[in-house]
T-cell receptor, first 110, second 115 residues
Framework: RKEVEQDPGPFNVPEGATVAFNCTYSNSASQSFFWYRQDCRKEPKLLMSVYSSGNEDGRFTAQLNRASQYISLLIRDSKLSDSATYLCVVNGQAGTALIFGKGTTLSVSS | DARVTQTPRDKVTEMGQEVTMRCQPILGHNTVFWYRQTMMQGLELLAYFRNRAPLDDSGMPKDRFSAEMPDATLATLKIQPSEPRDSAVYFC?????????????FGPGTRLTVL
């Protein structure tokens, strides 16, 4: 079983749509959880951390379910600029390596 | 605006040649990571350092890859001899163990093509 699994997509949605990505992780000892965004031929950049209580940043909402080892990202009112690959990431202790899923590709069209 | 820098941005070489990639982490960051990204495998850890000491290089083929941090402002990744299967994008990332969010900042990557 891969450490972090994501549906690769692609997800093709119109502008204004709501889209949700899911991710599962295998190591129950994982301590930190993130969503990174990667644009084509660019480096990954942190989109948001994921907290047990759930957190929201504008149009983006992240949820963590530790019991099910499941992480989600919800994007509301999709914009063309949201088109990218979204990477689910887990981590052990601070300062240790990140473990990446292979990413989910989102394409938002007008 | 502090950022991780990497050189070269692109490298095309022939099989058997030595390749050296360089990374300058963000000033003040004490952890440095080398990742490799391919279409098939995604992003994978090769090695990482904390306070310049190597902590984990289990992701690296030891016979041909080596990673070092000669000083706090420079990390290097060498491949000798290079092989076509090494073709990938190599990312360096840095972070601070003191940071509350444990965020890692990535450089722009070195796109390596081995012919």
């Amino acid at each position: 079983r891969k450490e972090v699994e994501q549906d690769p997509g692609p997800f093709n949605v119109p502008e204004g749509a709501t889209v949700a990505f899911n991710c599962t992780y295998s190591n129950s000892a994982s301590q930190s959880f993130f969503w990174y965004r990667q644009d084509c031929r660019k480096e990954p950049k942190l989109l948001m951390s994921v907290y047990s209580s759930g957190n929201e940043d504008g149009r983006f909402t992240a949820q963590l379910n530790r019991a099910s080892q499941y992480i989600s990202l919800l994007i509301r009112d999709s914009k063309l600029s949201d088109s990218a690959t979204y990477l689910c990431v887990v981590n052990g202790q601070a300062g240790t390596a990140l473990i990446f899923g292979k990413g989910t590709t989102l394409s938002v069209s007008s | 605006d502090a950022r991780v820098t990497q050189t070269p941005r692109d490298k095309v070489t022939e099989m058997g040649q030595e390749v050296t990639m360089r990374c300058q982490p963000i000033l003040g960051h004490n952890t440095v990571f080398w990742y490799r990204q391919t279409m098939m495998q995604g992003l994978e850890l090769l090695a990482y350092f904390r306070n310049r000491a190597p902590l984990d290089d289990s992701g690296m083929p030891k016979d041909r890859f080596s990673a070092e941090m000669p000083d706090a402002t420079l990390a290097t990744l060498k491949i000798q001899p290079s092989e076509p299967r090494d073709s990938a994008v190599y990312f360096c990332a840095s972070g601070a163990t003191s940071a509350s969010r444990n965020e890692q900042f990535f450089g722009p990557g070195t796109r390596l093509t081995v012919l």
